[in-house]
Nanobody, 128 residues
Framework: QVQVMESGGGSVQAGGSLELSCATS????????MGWYRQAPEKEREMVST???????AYADSVKVRFTISRDVDMATIYLHMADLRVEDTAMYYC??????????????????????WGQGTQVTVSS
C-alpha cells in the first residue's frame, strides 16, 4: 500500500519561514505527481502547490512567490519551502500522491489520477 510520510511544520511568527517534506514510494514519484494541500478550520481543503513527474510545478495564487515546491528524485521526496508566512497561512497541511492506474491490456501503460493517497497532515501555525 502506497504511503506518504510528512514531516516539518510547527509554529512561527509572521514573516518567518518553515519547510515541509514528504516522502513516498519511488514508483509513484517517477510516474505521477505529488502535491501539498491545506485546510484551515471551517474552510475547505485547497491546493497549495503541485509537482508533476516531469518537474512541472503549480501554485495557488495566494502563495506564489512566497512558497517553493521542490523534489529530491533519489529520495522520492518533495519539499515545500514557505517564506514570508502570514497569519492566513495557518492550516493543516497535507501531502498527497497521485494514484497510478495500469491500463489493462496495454503492457506497462498507466495513467495518473488526481490526489489519491494522503498523509496524516502537519500543522502550520503563524502568529502575528
Amino acid at each position: 500500500q502506497v504511503q506518504v510520510m510528512e514531516s516539518g511544520g510547527g509554529s512561527v511568527q509572521a514573516g518567518g519561514s518553515l519547510e515541509l517534506s514528504c516522502a513516498t514510494s519511488g514508483v509513484i514519484f517517477r510516474r505521477c505527481g505529488m502535491g501539498w494541500y491545506r485546510q484551515a478550520p471551517e474552510k475547505e481543503r485547497e491546493m497549495v502547490s503541485t509537482i508533476k513527474s516531469d518537474g512541472t510545478t503549480a501554485y495557488a495564487d495566494s502563495v506564489k512567490v512566497r512558497f517553493t515546491i521542490s523534489r529530491d528524485v533519489d529520495m522520492a521526496t518533495i519539499y515545500l519551502h514557505m517564506a514570508d508566512l502570514r497569519v492566513e497561512d495557518t492550516a493543516m497541511y497535507y501531502c498527497s500522491a497521485d494514484g497510478v492506474v495500469p491500463i489493462e491490456g496495454y503492457g506497462n501503460a498507466y495513467y495518473c489520477t488526481g490526489p489519491y493517497t494522503w498523509g496524516q497532515g502537519t500543522q502550520v501555525t503563524v502568529s502575528s
